[in-house]
T-cell receptor, first 107, second 118 residues
Framework: KNEVEQSPQNLTAQEGEFITINCSYS?????LHWLQQHPGGGIVSLFM???GKKKHGRLIATINIQEKHSSLHITASHPRDSAVYIC?????????FGTGTSLTVIP | GAVVSQHPSWVICKSGTSVKIECRSL??????MFWYRQFPKQSLMLMAT?????????EQGVEKDKFLINHASLTLSTLTVTSAHPEDSSFYIC??????????????FGPGTRLTVT
């Protein structure tokens, strides 16, 4: 069993739709990271959170420590949001990565 | 924002040769850097933690004699793939935490190095 599970694996949405990507983890964590990887391979850290909720533009990330669950929301999705979104958790000096959610936003 | 660079961005080498990949933090110091490998259609896999001034810490299953890591300064870590084989072909990525040495700090990722071994 993976320490980090993401769902869905693949997601196709129409431009403008509200998108949710889920992440569940089974280990004790010091932080949870949401990463975005574009087709060229470059990775950008979107959020790092250990409690509550963070918002950056159209992106919102929430975490429920008791339920060991996090969600990444994208409001008013746009084709440029098309990418792979990866959930990762820090546990001590260990990193555990989800397998990623491949998002395609259609104009 | 913080910038981490990698060099080269892609490299093709012959089987049996060695390849060095550099990871630099351009506007901050990083006592710790992390090296990952990503195979096609798969997520990142942490290979090792590079520590400035001391030996790297390798993840289980990663051969330390094959993947040599040197953290020569507070802004530079290098990964050398020795005696490369086709199965080493992969996308290698580094990250550095700003403001601390631990994985619990926000990570700044390099753009990655695509290695192809022929």
């Amino acid at each position: 069993k993976n320490e980090v599970e993401q769902s869905p694996q693949n997601l196709t949405a129409q431009e403008g739709e509200f998108i949710t990507i889920n992440c569940s983890y089974s280990v004790g964590i010091s932080a949870l990271h949401w990463l975005q990887q574009h087709p060229g391979g470059g990775i950008v850290s979107l959020f790092m959170l250990s409690s509550g909720k963070k918002k950056h533009g159209r992106l919102i990330a929430t975490i429920n420590i008791q339920e060991k669950h996090s969600s990444l929301h994208i409001t008013a999705s746009h084709p440029r949001d098309s990418a792979v979104y990866i959930c990762a958790v820090s546990s001590g000096n260990q990193f555990y990565f989800g397998t990623g959610t491949s998002l395609t936003v259609i104009p | 924002g913080a910038v981490v660079s990698q060099h080269p961005s892609w490299v093709i080498c012959k089987s049996g040769t060695s390849v060095k990949i550099e990871c630099r933090s351009l506007d901050f110091q990083a006592t710790t850097m992390f090296w990952y490998r990503q195979f096609p259609k798969q997520s990142l896999m942490l290979m090792a933690t590079s520590n400035e001034g001391s030996k790297a810490t390798y993840e289980q299953g990663v051969e330390k004699d094959k993947f040599l890591i040197n953290h020569a300064s507070l802004t530079l870590s290098t990964l050398t793939v020795t005696s490369a084989h086709p199965e080493d072909s992969s996308f290698y990525i580094c990250s550095a935490p700003r403001g601390g040495g631990a994985s619990s700090y926000e990570q700044y990722f390099g753009p990655g190095t695509r290695l192809t071994v022929t």
